[in-house]
């Protein structure tokens, strides 16, 4: 389902006041367009549960907003910056390598990936340790899909991604703002839980680079971080991988689970801006999703493993 939206408006994390009037004159006028959206969205929730259908306060935010507002290292720190300086990732042919303990690796091209498994609409909060979320109407592969195809081995205890090291194609990746390649990880249960998604588009469009071209995970219920963009390696491993930014900031931990209750050296994560509004929201445990994810944490002190 492609939500149709008028010519949209251009926001930042400070919006200006004009800018905050026109866009209240935009909600008024899409008020008959967001019915719309909700009706297919209610449709789209029968394959995928009542977790990520939106309420109508959580509007899908705008192309423009999710294409012009991008943390993605690779090509800048400056969120503002990365829209324009991903144009020449040029993402086909693309192939991704799934292996490591699995009974079936397998090296396969984006394209094929696409014609073998049929993408789904998910609609998910997305939430950065920044401070600030976003709706997103993703299209995608549920991980689990892919993961079951390949048949982990009984000592599979986490799935590893990694993003293409190319510093020709991502040139932030010639100074050493992070340790490339971006690596994350997840535990097995959760790289096999529902929600867990292998986003290939947007909007019912491909991918843009910006946002992790061709093909980028998302995990609605963690901080954006662990949402590793442009994957060429998957990889089911038995031991804990040491992913990116724990190796940069012991605040940011293996788990990553959005929860307002735990500050430590980053500061309250208990509000958020979502982008195009002006006042702050509560943040909400595991992002709103806990109904569906916190049965995965039994036994874990959330506020300690972050
Ligand atoms: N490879 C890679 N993946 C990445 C990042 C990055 O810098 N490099 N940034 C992460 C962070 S911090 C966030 S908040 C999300 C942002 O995704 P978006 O730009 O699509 O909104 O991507 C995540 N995935
Ligand atoms: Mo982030």
């Known amino acids: 389902m492609l939500i149709q939206r008028p010519a949209p408006i251009r926001s930042s994390e400070i919006t200006p006041e004009s800018v905050y009037l026109e866009r209240r004159r935009f909600l008024l006028h899409a008020t008959v367009l967001g019915a719309a959206g909700l009706v297919g969205s209610a449709h789209a929730a029968g394959n995928r549960g009542s977790a990520s259908m939106p309420s109508s306060a959580d509007q899908p935010n705008t192309w423009d907003e999710i294409t012009r507002y991008n943390n993605f290292y690779e090509y800048s720190p400056d969120k503002h910056a990365v829209a324009a300086l991903a144009r020449n990732l040029n993402p086909r042919p693309w192939t991704i ?42 299209d995608g592969i549920p991980l689990s899909d892919i993961l079951r195809h390949v048949q982990p081995t009984s000592r599979a205890r986490y799935v590893k991604f990694v993003t293409l090291q190319d510093p020709a194609r991502f040139y932030g990746q010639r100074r050493a703002t992070l340790p490339w390649p971006y690596t994350e ?122």
């Open 97 to 138: 390598s799934i292996e490591g303990e699995v009974d079936k690796p397998h090296v396969v091209d984006v394209e094929q990936l696409l014609r073998e498994y049929r993408p789904q609409q998910r609609i998910y909060r997305l939430r950065c340790i920044e401070g600030w979320s976003m709706v997103i109407p993703w």
């Open 185 to 306: 990880a997840l535990t097995i249960a959760e790289a096999m839980h529902p929600l867990t998604l292998l986003a290939t588009g947007l909007y019912g469009k491909p991918m843009p680079n910006q946002n992790g071209a061709p093909i980028r995970l998302v995990v609605p219920w963690k901080y954006g971080y662990k949402s590793i963009k442009s994957i060429v390696t998957i990889r089911l491993e038995q031991q804990q991988p040491l992913t990116t930014w724990p190796q940069v900031s012991k605040d940011y931990g293996f788990y990553a689970n959005v929860n307002p209750r735990a500050a430590y050296g980053r500061g309250s994560q208990s509000r958020e801006t979502r982008i195009g509004e002006l006042r702050k929201r509560e943040t909400l445990l595991f992002n709103g999703y806990a109904d569906e994810v916190a049965h995965l944490y039994a036994g874990l002190d959330l506020d300690k493993a972050i």
